[in-house]
């Protein structure tokens, strides 16, 4: 069996399986929430004039370019007749069945996909994938679309559809460019024949159209039409502002902040940058790739801009207008011109600002964003170039006096010691492990607090971070402790009896693991853990380590020292063993693989399972013994 061409003049074509279910899906789920078609269909005509905008800086031959950009709606109370047109972009006959009729064009596949998958309401859904033109047929019994294209020899063409099942293409008569949509409306939807239910729709999705939308004859744009931007912030309520982000975004919770620049010089400018409460809520968002609208004199010129602000902040939601940018700018050149550093500058300054007093005004509120975007300022401060120290009091940290809590640099000073000058930090690949950490020792005996650093990100921020407000940034592997967490518990240790005893065990240690360390060596900074490794002298840094181990997979780790606890119980009863007793290497070997693992660097943790078994049997036989 053929399929129908949809080509054919005036012959009808079915819609496909996709479009069927999509149509079904959107004519009765959305019931209750109908007037979202007239949204979605205004939506249309407004991006429609927004690309002839764009057209018309670079084309010259466009058809009847004296021609103002609107939307205007009307209606026919006597044939039930609701009509929306625009003097937009148009289309031609191919563009027609390859917007209207061609389901890879239209979304409708993925939309059915995640209608099925999500449980949000699918009205704050619909624009994704677009396929906001289908929700007309929730009111509608046929719909047609007579296209003008801007391009002069264009013929105009008509796209007609009745129902749900079929779809037919014929000639058209249109003098003017631009598209009208011809809704005849279905008995229980005359409701939007009515002037006042309409402006009562547009004036609730649409009021921040930037092109003026008509109603009827009248010659008073129903809609606001002045870009919210460029109003003044102090005529502006809080409403507004959410409205709008909700109508920008399709998010339809509150953001956590906003704000509105307003700037004469160095440059004029007006921008409105929106930080997201959650960026799970921005998944259904028609805003598919990160990066502020940019305008030129109320010009878009181009819907994704990432030369406004520095990578790490592009979750930032918003728009930016300029007087300064000029309107023949192109796509690529717009990346070079001076104006875009001047203009990134203003508005990184006034987004750092925004986060700054959400932290210092909205505590519970910035702890919120940093659980949400807090990974992408230590990105920031990893790559930033030109003063990282800016982000330095934005970052937060969870410490080991208080797991489950954030603290910034200058809560961690509040708290620290008098005489203390370091801000310690313990950096690992898992948050437990600081429970565990033998470097850990002499902090919990001086109780001295420390910063949590196990996030991926964090060895390539360290390489930036080396203080903060003067006070240096110390690992707890590598740290100078205070006298007080070294003091001796008792004065055996320096006997020379027992330092012969030392002596030996560090020996007779080094015999069993070899190779795999530089060192055995005794150390009076562990109290509660019988051993731990440190780099030998000269090593690089940890943070280093770790971003080189990231980077390059081929980099080998300088060979570790293991230093002993020589008061611990285990290495007292190791020093007792004779040299024949098989469980001396038992236990040196899990000591040393304990040490390991509690540093992330134990290659296969599951080998140890024997050894363990067997000293295991070890001691219930020593205790069967008894």
Not at 5 to 33: D, M, R, W
Not at 189 to 204: G, H, P, T
Not at 287 to 296: F, I, M, Q, S, T
Request: glycine share 4%.
């Amino acid at each position: 069996m053929t399929e129908e061409n949809p080509q054919v003049e005036g012959h009808n074509v079915p819609f496909k399986a996709e479009t069927k279910q999509l149509l079904n899906i959107l004519i009765h789920s959305l019931y209750t929430e109908r007037e979202i078609f007239l949204r979605e269909l205004i939506s249309n005509a407004s991006d429609a004039l927004a690309r002839l905008d764009f057209v018309m800086l670079t084309e010259r031959e466009v058809l009847d370019p004296e021609q103002p950009p609107e939307i205007r709606i009307r209606t026919d109370k006597d044939q039930n007749l609701l009509i929306i047109e625009d003097t937009g972009i148009g289309m031609t006959r191919d563009e027609l069945v390859d917007n209207l009729g061609t389901i890879a064009h239209s979304g409708a596949k993925a939309f059915v996909e995640a209608a099925e998958e999500t449980d949000r309401n699918l009205a704050d859904i619909i624009g994704q994938f677009g396929v906001g033109f289908y929700s007309a047929f929730m009111v509608a019994e046929s719909i047609r679309v007579t296209s003008r294209s801007y391009q002069p020899d264009a013929e105009p063409a008509a796209w007609i559809a009745f129902g749900e099942d079929t779809y037919r293409l014929e000639s058209a008569e249109r003098e003017k460019r631009g598209t009208e949509v011809r809704i005849k409306l279905k008995e229980d939807a005359l409701e939007f024949l009515e002037e006042s239910r309409l402006r009562q729709v547009i004036k609730r999705h649409s009021d921040f159209v930037q092109y003026p939308i008509f109603l009827g004859e009248s010659e008073d744009p129903v809609n606001r039409q002045t870009a919210l931007w460029r109003q003044n912030p102090r005529e502006v309520d809080q409403d507004a502002y959410q409205e709008f982000y909700k109508q920008f975004t399709l998010d339809f919770t509150d953001p956590i902040a906003h704000e509105h620049m307003v700037v004469d010089a160095p440059a004029q400018m007006y921008a409105l940058l929106f930080l997201p409460k959650n960026p799970q809520n921005l998944v259904f968002s028609p805003r598919k790739e990160p990066g502020l609208k940019l305008y030129a004199r109320k010009v878009l010129i181009q819907e994704f801009c990432n030369d406004l602000l520095p990578q790490y902040l592009n979750f930032i939601e918003g728009v930016v207008d300029s007087e300064d940018l000029p309107l023949n700018v192109s796509r690529e050149s717009v990346q070079s011109n001076r104006v875009m550093a001047l203009l990134k500058r203003l508005v990184t300054g006034k987004a750092l600002d925004m986060l700054a007093s959400i932290a210092q005004d909205q505590p519970e509120d910035y702890i919120a964003f940093w659980e949400a975007y807090g990974i992408r300022l230590k990105e920031g401060v990893a790559i930033e170039q030109n003063e990282p120290e800016k982000l330095f009091p934005l970052l937060r940290f969870h410490t080991s006096k208080d797991p489950a809590r954030w603290s910034s640099f200058a809560d961690y000073l509040e708290r620290a010691q008098p005489d203390q000058k370091e801000i310690y930090y313990f950096l690992g690949d898992d948050p437990s492990a600081i429970r565990y950490s033998p470097h850990m020792d002499a902090f919990r005996k001086a109780d001295i607090e420390v910063l949590v650093m196990t996030d991926p990100v964090d060895p390539f921020m360290l390489l930036q971070l080396k203080a903060f407000e003067e006070h240096p940034l110390v690992n707890v592997a590598d740290a100078e402790l205070p006298e007080e967490a070294l003091q001796e518990p008792d004065s055996e240790a320096t006997e020379p009896e027992n330092l012969e005893i030392e002596k030996d065990l560090t020996e007779r240690i080094k015999a069993v693991l070899e190779e795999r360390v530089s060192e055995v060596r005794i150390t009076r900074r562990l109290t509660d853990s019988p051993a731990r490794l440190v780099d030998p002298e000269g090593a690089p840094e940890q943070s280093v380590q770790r971003v080189y181990q990231m980077m390059d997979k081929t980099f080998e780790l300088p060979k570790k020292v293991l230093e002993i606890n020589p008061r611990h119980p285990i290495m007292k009863r190791l020093a007792d063993l004779p040299a024949d007793d098989a469980r001396f290497d038992l236990v040196v070997e899990q000591v040393y693989e304990n040490t390991l693992l509690i540093e992330g660097l134990h290659p296969d943790p599951v080998s140890m399972v024997g050894r363990i078994q067997e000293l295991i049997v070890s001691a219930l036989d020593k205790g069967a013994e008894k």
